[in-house]
C-alpha cells in the first residue's frame, strides 16, 4: 500500500482503528489531543465500530478503560505528561486486574515549571506500573507499534496493559512517509479480542481486584505479573517475527545502528534516537567507529538483548531524557545493573543528561558525548552524569534572568 | 401524598438473600443492612463497582459476600468504572459477542468520604453523561476504614478523631454536613432518594421506582456505624430509626429534579438521637452545652420548615 504523509499522533489513531477496537475512553491533554481527536471523528462518522466517551479527568478516564477492557472490550487510549501522572494510582490498578488494553503516551515534560515539550520523565514514572512499555522512533514504528502491543498483551500468556510511547512535538506533530497495513492482514496478524476468562457477565459472576489480607496472596499476585512480563520477551519475539512475515518490516526489543564494529556506543530511546544515528554517521565520517543501540521495549527489561549489544565494547554512552534529581539518569542505572553480571562489559559506562522539555540536543553536544566516551574507554573509567548544558543555552538563561529580574 | 405501591406490607419483602453472612464488616452495620435490602430488589445480575471504604471487605480474597460480579477501583473514580462495564455491555451486546441475556445491573458503592469528596467529579461526570447506573453512598458521616476521621458529611459537633472537642472548639466538628442531595439534584439525575435501614418498605419502594428510570439512579443511605459513633450494635435500629423521626435524616426522593417527602416524621427532639451516641455525649457531659444542642435542633426545624413551604 502506498504511504501517506501524517504526523505520529495520526499515526497513533490509524493504529487503534486498524486493531478494531472497541471503546475508546478520552480526555483531552497537549501534546496527544490530536489522537482523541482523529477518533472521535472517526467513530462518530461510523469509520471505527467503537464507543467514543468524553470522560472527566485522566483517572477517570484511565478506570473506565480498564474496567471495559475487563468487562471483555478491546480498549484503546492516550495520555500525556501530567495526565499519565493524574492517572498514576489506576495504572497499577489495571495492570493487577491483568486488562490488556493500549495506552498511548504522547510525552511530555512534567511540571514545574509548567511546559509543553518533551522528554521522557512522565513514561519512565510508570515503569514500575506492570505495563509493558514500547518506545517508538518513528511515525510508521508508533502505528506498528500498537498493533503489536494488542498482540502481546492479550497473549494468554502476558494479559497485561501496554505503553506505546512516542515524543510530544518531534514525534506527534512531525509528518512522515506512514504505510498503512491493508486491514485484512492487520486481521491475520492480530486476531478479534475472545478473551476466555475476563468479562462481567450475568452466567459468569466473579470478583476482581479484590483485597487480599497478609502478604502471601498479594506476592502471589504480584509475582504472577513479573513472571507475565518476563513472558512477554518471547511472545514478543514471536509477534516481531509474525509482523516481519506479513508486513516486511521488523522491530526487535532493542534496536541496534552501526554496532557491527562500533568501539563506542550510544545508548538513546524514541525520536530522538534519529539525531543519535545522525550523530554516528557523523563521528564514522570523522574515522570514529561509533554506534547507537536504541532501547525500544523498555518493560520487560530486555537485559539479554542489552548485554548482547553492548559486550566488548571500548566504551558506552547513555543519554537520559530524563532525569531523577539526587540520582541522574534513569535507563543508565538501569543499563549499568544489566552489565554488572557480564564479564565482558564495556571499560566504561558513561551518563549524559539532555533534551529536557524539548531542549536541543545540538551536533556539537553529540560530537563531545563520543569524544569524552571516547577517553573514558581509553582511561577505563566511567564518566558523569552529565547534565548537557550549551554555551549558547547558559547565554540565553543569562539573559533570561536579567530580564526576570528587571536588570536588562 | 406519596405512597407505596410496590412494597406495601413487610411481608412482601423477597426472603432470599443476595448478599451472604458472614462478612468482615463491622456488627450492626447500617450500610451493610441498606445494602442488604437493596440487594432483594436489585437480585444477583449485577456487578458492584467498589470505591475504596468499608465495603471494601465484602471480598476478601478468597471470598466474596455476592452471588453476583464485584470489580474494587480506587476511591476516586468507581462511577468511572462503571461508565467502562457500562459501556463495555453495551458495546459487546450491539456486535452480537454477549447475549442480552447476560447484561448486568451496574452498581457503584462508596461511603461518604468517596462521594462527597474524592469521587465527587468522578459522580458528576458520570451523571452528566447520563450513564445508566446505580449508586449507592453509604454515609456514616466520617472517614470510617480509617478510624473516623472528618469527612465533609460529618455533622455539627459530631466528634471524629480529626475533629476532636476542645477549649477552642468544644462542640468538635463546626461544619455543616454537606448536602450532596442536593449536589446531585442540580445534575438532574432522573432518580435520587435517600433511604434508611431501619424504614425497609421505603426502601425497597425506592429502588423499585429507580429500576423504572434509565440513567443515574442516585441514592444516599444512612449507614448507622456503632463502630464511629459509638453506641452498642444491637442498638442500629434504634439510632437508624431517631435518626428519621428526630428529622435530621429526612427521607426524600427526587423524580427529574422534582423533591417529595416520603416520610414526614413527627419530630421528636434532636437530644434523644444525639444522647444515643458516643460521638456527640461530650455535647452532655461535663456540662451540657446547650447552644450547641439548640443550634442543631434550630437547623432541623429550618429544614422542615422550608420543605413544608415548598411541599405547598
Known sequence: MDSQMMTGNLAAAWGARLADVDYIPAFPITPQTEIVEAL?????????????????SEHSMMTAAGAAEVTGARVFTATSSQGLLHAFEVLYSISGWRAPLVLVNVSRALAAPITLESDHNDVLAARDAGFLQIHAETCQEVLDSILMAYRIAEDERVM???????????????????????????????PPFRPSHLGFAASS?????????????YAYFRHQMHLAAQNALEVHREAADSF??????????????????????????????????????????QGKRGGLLRLRVIRPWPAEAIREALRDRRAVAVLDQNLAPGQGGILYQ?????????????????????????????EGEFQAIFEQTAEAGVAGRGLGPVLLYSAEEHREMTHLQMVATGNA | MWQRETFKKIKQIPREEHVMPGTALCAGCG???????AAKVLGDHVVYVNAAGCFTMLAAYPYSSF???????????????????????????????????????????????STYDMALSATSGAMNRQLDFYYICYDNEAYGNTGMQLSPATPYAARTATSPCSLQHPAATMQEKKDIFEIWRAHRPPYIAT???????????????????????????????????LYDPGATPEVAKLAVETGLWPLKEAVNGVVTHTYIPKRKPVEAYLRLQGRFRHLFEPTVQTDAIRHIQERVDAYWQQAAQEQA
Open chain 2, 195 to 229: 433511604v434508611a435501614p431501619r424504614y425497609p418498605l421505603d426502601l425497597e419502594e425506592k429502588f423499585a421506582r429507580a429500576a423504572t428510570f434509565t440513567g443515574p439512579k442516585m441514592f444516599l443511605a444512612l449507614a448507622a456505624c456503632p463502630t464511629g459513633w
Open chain 1, 244 to 285: 516481519h512475515a506479513l508486513f516486511g518490516r521488523r522491530y526487535d526489543l532493542v534496536e541496534g545502528y552501526r554496532l557491527e564494529d562500533a568501539d563506542d556506543v550510544l545508548v538513546m530511546t524514541n525520536a530522538g534516537a534519529s539525531k543519535g544515528k545522525a550523530a554516528v554517521d557523523a563521528a564514522r565520517a
Open chain 1, 205 to 217: 459472576p466473579h470478583a476482581l481486584g479484590v483485597a487480599v489480607i497478609g502478604g502471601t496472596s
Open chain 2, 67 to 113: 452471588k453476583g460480579s464485584w470489580l474494587y477501583t480506587t476511591m476516586g473514580s468507581a462511577p468511572a468504572g462503571a461508565q467502562g462495564i457500562r459501556d463495555a455491555l453495551d458495546v459487546l451486546i450491539a456486535k452480537r459477542r454477549l447475549p442480552k441475556s447476560e447484561d448486568l445491573k451496574v452498581i457503584v458503592l462508596g461511603g461518604d468520604g
Open chain 1, 334 to 362: 538501569e543499563v549499568a545493573a544489566c552489565l554488572y553480571h557480564e564479564a565482558r562489559r564495556p571499560r566504561a559506562l558513561c551518563s549524559f543528561i539532555g533534551g529536557l522539555g524539548g531542549q536541543n540536543l545540538s
Open chain 2, 31 to 37: 450500610g451493610l443492612e441498606a445494602l442488604r435490602l
Open chain 1, 160 to 190: 497485561l496493559p501496554v505503553i506505546v510511547n512516542l515524543d510530544g512535538f518531534t514525534l506527534s506533530f512531525t509528518r512522515e512517509p506512514v504505510s498503512l497495513p491493508d486491514p485484512d492482514m492487520v486481521r491475520r496478524f492480530l
Open chain 1, 40 to 56: 472521535a471523528k472517526w467513530c462518530e462518522r461510523g469509520e471505527v465500530a467503537a464507543t467514543f466517551v468524553s470522560m472527566d
